[in-house]
């Protein structure tokens, strides 16, 4: 369990607060909009109304106390951009702050920020991928072109093997998992794991190769 301070409370702040909660994390929610504040109580530890540009507000936070301090405001880069300097000066172990342009980032990442999210970006590549193709179910990017994808077993490879497909050295891709009726299989992936008919399987490599090898 970690404690975080969840700083600007609009609809993807308090999504992230909803998912903490569920996750069983300490939440600090802060935002300056007493409404706001009110509709994530339900979901957190505690709540401030308070504005995050001043110093003495968050000094009294105490943000050297939290694991990860989330900078979730969307409505006004320039709140966003000092409180996450503020937050680093103060001796934030961690900050995390939100995105909608690379220029942003770019300013967030030298005043403060150890990393940055693109929510409106992240979430338009999710559902570009996912729905340019009938068989993909489900995509992650993990950076430097690697992804893994959830796709539906080829009907040429069912019945089959690992070992028999060679699809590592193939297409240079990893068989990480086998989903049957909506489940993940704990089976660990051998060369001898056989493919079963109306499955997907979660895959690992670049998307180029993943592409290639499953015609998507």
Sequence with gaps: MKTILLI?????????????????HQVMAVDKN??????????VTNAQIGDST????????GVRNFDVCIVAIGDNFQSSLETASLLKELGAKKVVARAARDVQAKFLLRNGADEVV????????????????????DYIAL????????VEVPDNWVG??????????????????????????????????????????????TQRDIQKCFHI
């Excluded at 001043?54 to 936070?61: G, Q, W």
């Design 8 to 24: 600007g409370l609009g609809r993807f702040g308090r999504h992230i607060a909803m998912k903490l909660n569920e996750l069983n």
């Design 118 to 137: 693109y929510p409106e970006k992240q979430m338009a590549f999710w559902t570009a991928i996912r729905y340019s193709s009938d068989h993909i179910f």
């Design 54 to 61: 001043s110093e003495e507000f968050l000094a009294d936070l």
């Design 143 to 150: 950076g430097d072109d690697h992804a893994i994808f959830e």
């Design 160 to 205: 089959k093997t690992i070992g028999q497909l060679d699809v590592r050295k193939r297409f240079h891709v990893n068989i990480m998992a086998i989903k049957q009726n909506g489940k993940f299989s704990m089976t660990v992936i051998e060369p001898d794991t056989c493919l079963p008919a109306h499955s997907t399987i979660l895959v690992m490599g």
């Design 34 to 43: 007493e409404e706001r504040v009110n509709a994530v109580l339900p979901f």
